[in-house]
């Protein structure tokens, strides 16, 4: 049961070839057992998740079942769940239990999807290989002395190691396509606005999208049908109406123009990892699509930018821990300064202190417009960068990171060095596109990701590309050796 997708998860339910509680079981046996090597779950929900099982299963024998009813996945620590921790993988947040659901949350409940449980994430989604969380580093199950990448390492992980067979997890500069790449599933970031951000701890508020991950496109496409939509008590959810995700799928790639922009496919792209990446444009090109040079020529100010903006909206959202109406409180404060400073002191690591900081000083008087107003007027030509490379191609292809997965500790000291493995990805958040990680081989043993990029809503076709992909590759389906027992 544990290695199949979830589109076979659905179909095996309804022929009542397994039930949601024997499925349930089975993936909170092989937490139980397999999650002591990694650290992916920071909450397994085991409790709830069994009486919703068998609620899923009353639901399946009198015919009222959804679309979802009866299938596990984990969720990102990030989405508020009612009466169950959310810890955003902050010790600021170890303590809270969110009196509400997120509205993506809410959406799963309704489908009839079971909560496994909640995935570790770097603190406060900052970070790129999960070292950053309170709760200890998540481990890549295709080699546990590598990282999983970040933030969503603890989802990429989980659904690797089959210990769940998809997540949620959230993505403001790269975390839901790098981890994905690292881990060898398939993740997608949606176009912002495009799912709720309601109940989502906020990193970033103009640059946070929660999305799914899985090990096929097609089951993207199911879970981003469950997730998408307008909310109305999220003012920056988009009113453009959702699609049936899975409905474009089988379209064949006749015709489909794809960019390759030169920038992505230069210095920096470790050599190894670039041979993978041609390798799968070659195999798009065979079924049909046309490959054609494009440039994004305001690509090397995307760290840049991304590190004013992004820190600034952090110092902004993260004000409200201050230890007065939730979350961590220092014991015995002699006065509210003392408060305040002991609680965000003890509360917050290292990188999030950091962000505060940049981000605190580029919005401060006087620095305001030398750096935040700068960084959003690059942000502006950054996105008209990839608009002008819509005009003639109908998807962005490259790699999703510069090299596969390195070794825990590899980076954990060089903040800097940290930034750069958001290269390729950070400039889909600064233009609010969707853009995706899809499985595409291997470099020593190390799983490596094919970024696909796509126009504001164009979900579908993304998905679409990828599926096409993994009918003709198996890279998807590959599973690590220590996590099955047997031969990857
Ligand atoms: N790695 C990037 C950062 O640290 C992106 C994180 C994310 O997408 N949440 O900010």
Redesign the pocket.
């Known amino acids: 049961m544990h290695n199949k997708s979830v589109a076979q998860l659905i179909a095996g339910l309804r022929a009542k070839h397994f039930s949601s509680v024997e499925l349930t079981r089975c993936f909170l046996d092989r937490i139980g057992s397999l999650d002591p090597q990694l650290n992916s779950f920071i909450s397994v929900t085991e409790d709830t998740a069994l009486a919703a099982a068998a609620a899923a299963d009353q639901r399946l024998a009198d015919g009222t079942a959804a679309e979802l009813t009866g299938v596990p996945i984990a969720h990102k620590d990030i989405f508020c769940t009612q009466g169950i921790r959310t810890s955003c993988g902050s010790r600021m947040l170890d303590n809270f239990v969110p009196p509400y659901d997120a509205t993506l949350i809410k959406r799963f409940d309704e489908l009839g999807a079971i909560t496994l449980g909640k995935t570790n994430m770097?603190e406060f989604?900052?970070?790129?290989s999960n070292e950053n969380s309170y709760y200890g580093p998540v481990r890549n199950p295709w080699n546990t002395d590598l990282v999983p990448g970040?933030?969503?390492g603890g989802s990429a992980a989980a659904v690797a190691a089959l210990l769940a067979p998809a997540a949620t997890g959230?993505?403001?500069?790269?975390?839901?396509r790098?981890p994905a790449a690292f881990c060898g599933i398939t993740g997608l970031k949606p176009t912002y606005g495009r799912v709720s951000r309601l109940g989502m701890v906020a990193?970033?508020s103009s640059?946070?999208q929660a999305g799914p991950m899985a090990h096929t496109a097609e089951d993207c496409a199911l879970l981003l049908n469950a997730m998408a939509g307008h909310d109305p008590l999220d003012s920056t959810s988009s009113p453009e109406p959702t699609q049936d995700y899975t409905a474009q799928l089988d379209n064949k790639l006749d015709g489909l123009r794809i960019g390759l922009p030169s920038e992505y496919f230069g210095d920096g792209l470790d050599a190894a990892t670039g041979e993978r990446i041609d390798a799968a444009l070659q195999q798009l090109e065979a079924q049909g699509a046309t490959l054609v040079e494009v440039s994004l020529p305001n690509s090397q100010l995307t760290i840049p930018t991304?590190y004013v903006i992004?820190p600034a909206e952090a110092s902004t959202n993260l004000s409200r821990f201050d230890g007065v109406r939730y979350g961590h409180r220092c014991t015995d404060p002699v006065d509210l300064h003392d408060l305040y400073t002991r609680t965000r002191g003890e509360g917050f690591g290292d990188?999030v202190k950091r962000?505060i900081l940049v981000g605190t000083y580029a919005l401060s008087a006087g620095y305001y417009d030398a750096y935040y107003k700068k960084a959003q007027q690059v942000r502006r030509l950054i996105q008209q960068d990839f608009m002008r490379c819509f005009e003639q191609v109908d998807v962005i292809a490259g790699p999703t990171t510069p090299g596969p997965a390195f070794s825990l500790g590899a980076k954990s000291d060089d903040p800097v060095a940290?930034?750069l493995?958001?290269v390729y990805?950070?400039a889909v958040?600064l233009a609010g596109l969707p853009g995706m990680s899809v499985p595409a081989g291997f470099v020593d043993d190390k799983p490596v990701g094919l970024q696909l990029i796509g126009q504001h809503f164009d979900e579908a076709r993304l998905l679409n590309v990828a599926h096409q992909y993994q009918q003709v590759s198996d890279w998807h389906l590959r599973q690590p050796a220590a996590m099955t027992g047997g031969a990857a």
Not at 125 to 128: K, L, R, V
Not at 170 to 176: A, E, F, L, Q, R
């Open positions: 770097d989604a900052m970070g790129s970040g933030s969503s959230t993505d403001t500069g790269g975390s839901i790098q990193f970033a640059l946070d991304y992004a990188e962000r940290m930034y493995e958001d990805t950070l958040n």
